[in-house]
Structure formats: C-alpha cells, structure tokens
C-alpha cells in the first residue's frame, strides 16, 4: 500500500473512533426513547448501506427484507430456542445468514438490470414472507419474542439494556461505515462505479460486471443480516413482516435519500426518517405517510443526488 491510501485509510479510522466515541457519550445524556430510536436508525442504516454498495453498481434491490429477516430469524432462534443470547455471536450469526443466502441467489440474478433486478429481489423476499407466515412452528405471521442479550457474559439489567445495545449499535455501523468508506475507494469500489456508467467497456478493460454485482449484492447481504439482528433485538420481537416488501421499501427510502457519496449520510438519513416516522405518527397518526413522503419529495427537490451530497456542495 502507498503511503497516500495508508493516509487515507488511518484517517478513515481516526474518523471512525472519534465518531464512535462521540456517539458513546452522547448516549448517555438521552433519553430511552432517543436511544431506542438511534438503534433502530443505526440497523436501518446498516440494511440501507448494503443497498448504497448496489447503487454504485448500478442496482437497487427491493428485496432486502430477505436477508434482514433471515439475520433476524437466525439470531432470534438461536437465542429463544438454543439459548444463546450473547449478541456478538448473535451478530456473526446474522451476517453468515446474509451472506450465505446473498452468495447463493446472487449468482441467479447478478445478470438481470434496472427493473427487472429490483423485481426478481423483491419476489424472493415475499416468497420468504409467505413460507414464514405459513411456519407455525416458529410463531407463523405472529413471529416470537426474543430475550434480552447479553454482552460477553454480562447480563444487563433493564435501565442498563437499551444504551447497552445503543453501544453496540454504534460501534458496529461505525466500523462498517469505515470498511465501506476504505471499500469505496478501492480499486474494486471504484470498479463498481465503473459499471454504473458503462458496463461495456469495463467487460472490454478484463473485468467482469457479473462477479462485481455478485460481490456488491453478497456484502449487502451481510450488512442486510446484521441490520435485521440489532433491529430484532432492539424490538424484542421478530416476525416476518420483516421480509415483506413495504419494508423493503423503507431501506429504499433511506438509500436514496442518502444518495451514494457518504457512507455517514446513510444512517443520518435514517435517523432523519426515524424521526420523522415518530413525530408524523404520534401527532397525524392517519397520514404520517403522507409526511414521510413529502420529507423524500423536499429532499429530492433541493438535493437531488442525496443528503451525501451535499457534503461536496459545503466543500
């Protein structure tokens, strides 16, 4: 490695602890309505930056729920029925989940673009939805609860739990905020990019488009994973409405109201939707929708290509 991507890399990082640990701080001064809200954000924003790694590929996938619920489910299995709640192996589980079903389907669709791609992602997703639904065994369409986690050992108490799991949540969409940034800038970030523009000549330069869209959806699919157990979690409760297509839908929104040129506007965008989702529901209750639509509609107006964006115009 050269010494600039070395610079660049440790600043990356630096970066990473120092947002990590002041968001740790932060915490501790918010309420536990805030704090549930942050985490939830914060798995959201994970699930919504592995479509971002798409989009730079060219590709929007509107089935993330697939890989979100499956991360939920082996997670949530594991510790209502195996009783195993410490939540780094539950994470770990929900990332091989992710990944293990994005490295088989990938190859499947990695051919297929625009609408048809954003189609075949969606109706695998529902089709998990509807087996689910049918699975009694496993709660069917009412899901199960999950118990609260454990850290290394350590069983929090219930004033302890929620910035126990916030900490967590923190920590984890940091680093995968800095190893996507660090990925971005890759030579096989920048190849993604590559094909975004124009997929023809990458294939004349020896590259292949195929195994780039292969790679992009599998990484979306860990992150996709690892959302699903911190969201899971976070609710006490999973069910497989978080395979079905509306909430799909939601990691959508997210991703392109962040755009694709900062990874840190990706779960600034999701707060901002989180937030957005609270207040329009508890104060219109009939048509927070409507409020969370024109919020995306005012964003696309002003900041087209964005919240990241935006960063480039301070510049």
């Given at each position: ?11 990356t ?13 932060l ?14 954000a914060g ?38 029925r ?109 190849l ?29 699919g ?6 699903g ?34 990874v ?16 329009a ?35």
């Open positions: 490695m050269s010494a600039s991507p070395l610079r660049a890399a440790l600043l990082a630096l970066m990473a602890v120092i947002a990590a640990v002041a968001l740790i701080l915490g501790l001064a918010l309420p536990a309505w805030l704090l549930f809200t942050m985490t939830k798995a959201y924003g994970l699930v919504a930056l592995g479509i971002v790694h798409l989009m730079r590929g060219g590709l929007v996938s509107f089935g993330q729920g697939l890989v979100y619920c499956l991360g939920a489910y082996g997670a949530g299995l594991l510790a209502a195996g009783g195993v709640t410490d939540i780094f192996v539950l994470l770990a589980v929900g990332a091989v989940a992710g990944m293990v079903i994005s490295g088989i389907v990938a190859p499947l669709i990695a051919r297929y673009r625009g609408i048809f791609f954003a189609m075949l992602t969606m109706a695998l997703s529902m089709v998990l939805y509807g087996v689910l639904a049918k699975l009694t065994a496993i709660g069917g369409s009412d899901g199960f609860n999950v118990p609260e986690p454990t850290y290394l050992g350590w069983a929090p108490d219930v004033a302890q739990s929620d910035y126990a799991l916030y900490v967590v949540a923190v920590v984890v969409a940091v680093t995968a905020a800095g190893l996507s940034r660090l990925h971005f800038d890759s030579m096989a970030g920048l993604a990019q590559a094909v975004r523009e124009n997929e023809l000549r990458v294939e004349y330069l020896g590259a292949s488009v195929f195994w780039v869209t292969v790679r992009n959806f599998t990484i979306a860990a992150l996709g994973g690892i959302g157990v911190l969201n899971g979690f976070a609710l006490g409760h999973i069910d497989p409405f978080f395979s079905y297509w509306t909430t799909s839908g939601e990691f959508v929104f997210i991703a392109i109201l962040a755009g694709h040129a900062s840190g506007a990706v779960f600034l965008a999701a707060l901002a939707t989180e937030l957005v989702r609270s207040f529901n508890q104060y219109f209750p009939e048509s927070w929708q409507l409020f969370l639509g024109a919020f995306l509609l005012l964003v696309m107006l002003f900041l087209p290509n964005g919240i990241g964006s935006l960063w480039s115009r301070l510049g």
